[in-house]
């Protein structure tokens, strides 16, 4: 067919694509018709491609298609689905754990451009205390930060934090809803050497993991990396009780040396249950 030679267009079968009204196109070539005017269009589509009459096409708004991209709420959005739809068009398989990773960065990209830096802030003291318990948390029990042993929130516990705020503070991500939940946390260190280090990153959605780190690099912070050593110190004293340290977790009580590599006179921290891992009632002061 000649609008096909001149559309470059070769059909992969007799069988007609016929988008939906929700797909959105992009034209790869035009023909214009010396004899009817009219203008056909080979339009490729996630679920495929084909001829079609410009007159039959919607036009999309450019400025409306990033409006919807970038201010959507991310949760609603199936970029999974879609890379999957995308991927089947083009006769491609990959792996589901490539996929996962593909859209958990994909998502964090979405939420940089949609200035999610602006939620993080950074807290310290009876602050810190009070953000790791679970009932400050949008999502309770989503995630590696619903699912983290401290959730509980027992401020025996975290004392070792609370009491050293110009070594230890916490930077959390709030809530794109509201302020007064969080859906990430992460621990800072102030070391001796005038690095901060940010420690083990707790999200209620893996894609927030990245939206952590590369909060950090902008910062200039290192990321925590067990093959390195960090050095800080604490107050030079006994705490009755402890939390689950994830990195600096060898301790000299007598000098308040912390480190995560063993050192002279060095003891390690165990996290205290006691039996309290039960999550406080919501009428618990604070």
Same mark, same amino acid.
């Given at each position: 067919?000649?609008? %096909?030679?001149?559309?470059?267009?070769?059909? #992969?079968?007799?069988?007609?694509?016929?988008?939906?009204?929700?797909?959105?196109?992009?034209?790869?070539?035009?023909?214009?018709?010396?004899?009817?005017?009219?203008?056909?269009?080979? +339009?490729?589509? !996630?679920?495929?491609?084909? /001829?079609?009459?410009?007159?039959?096409?919607?036009? +999309?708004?450019? *400025? *409306?298609?990033?409006?919807?991209?970038?201010?959507?709420?991310?949760?609603?959005?199936?970029?999974?689905?879609?890379?999957? /739809?995308?991927?089947?068009?083009?006769?491609?398989?990959? !792996?589901?754990?490539?996929?996962?990773?593909?859209?958990? *960065?994909?998502?964090?990209?979405?939420?940089?451009?949609?200035?999610?830096?602006?939620? %993080?802030?950074?807290?310290?003291?009876?602050?810190?205390?009070?953000?790791?318990?679970?009932?400050?948390?949008?999502?309770?029990?989503? =995630?590696?930060?619903?699912?983290?042993?401290?959730?509980?929130?027992?401020?025996?516990?975290?004392?070792?934090?609370?009491?050293?705020?110009?070594?230890?503070?916490?930077?959390?991500?709030?809530?794109?809803?509201?302020?007064?939940?969080?859906? =990430?946390?992460?621990?800072?260190?102030?070391?001796?050497?005038?690095?901060?280090?940010?420690?083990?990153?707790?999200?209620?959605?893996?894609?927030?993991?990245? +939206?952590?780190?590369?909060?950090?690099?902008?910062?200039?912070?290192?990321?925590?990396?067990?093959?390195?050593?960090?050095?800080?110190?604490?107050? #030079?004293?006994?705490?009755?009780?402890?939390?689950?340290?994830?990195?600096?977790?060898?301790?000299? !009580?007598?000098?308040?040396?912390?480190?995560?590599?063993?050192?002279?006179?060095?003891?390690?921290? +165990?996290?205290?249950?006691?039996?309290?891992?039960?999550?406080?009632?919501?009428?618990?002061?604070?």
């Amino acid at each position: 067919m000649a609008i %096909f030679r001149a559309l470059d267009y070769a059909p #992969a079968s007799e069988e007609v694509y016929y988008p939906n009204r929700e797909e959105i196109g992009e034209i790869l070539s035009k023909y214009v018709s010396k004899r009817s005017g009219k203008t056909w269009c080979y +339009v490729q589509f !996630p679920g495929g491609k084909g /001829v079609y009459d410009i007159t039959k096409l919607n036009a +999309v708004n450019q *400025e *409306e298609l990033k409006k919807q991209v970038f201010q959507t709420r991310r949760q609603d959005v199936r970029i999974g689905r879609l890379v999957r /739809v995308i991927l089947q068009a083009n006769g491609l398989n990959l !792996p589901d754990a490539q996929i996962e990773t593909f859209v958990n *960065e994909f998502r964090s990209i979405l939420s940089i451009l949609n200035d999610v830096f602006s939620r %993080f802030e950074i807290v310290e003291g009876e602050q810190l205390g009070f953000w790791y318990n679970r009932r400050n948390y949008q999502f309770p029990h989503q =995630g590696s930060l619903g699912s983290s042993c401290q959730a509980v929130g027992n401020l025996d516990w975290l004392e070792i934090y609370i009491d050293n705020p110009d070594t230890v503070k916490l930077l959390i991500l709030k809530s794109e809803d509201t302020d007064d939940k969080i859906v =990430g946390r992460a621990l800072l260190w102030y070391l001796e050497d005038g690095d901060v280090m940010m420690d083990q990153i707790y999200v209620s959605k893996q894609s927030d993991d990245n +939206v952590f780190k590369e909060y950090a690099r902008s910062k200039g912070w290192k990321i925590k990396n067990y093959n390195d050593t960090y050095v800080a110190y604490v107050k #030079a004293k006994q705490y009755d009780e402890y939390p689950s340290v994830d990195t600096m977790n060898l301790w000299d !009580p007598t000098t308040g040396k912390i480190s995560n590599k063993n050192f002279p006179g060095c003891r390690r921290i +165990v996290w205290t249950q006691d039996g309290h891992d039960e999550d406080w009632d919501e009428d618990d002061d604070w």
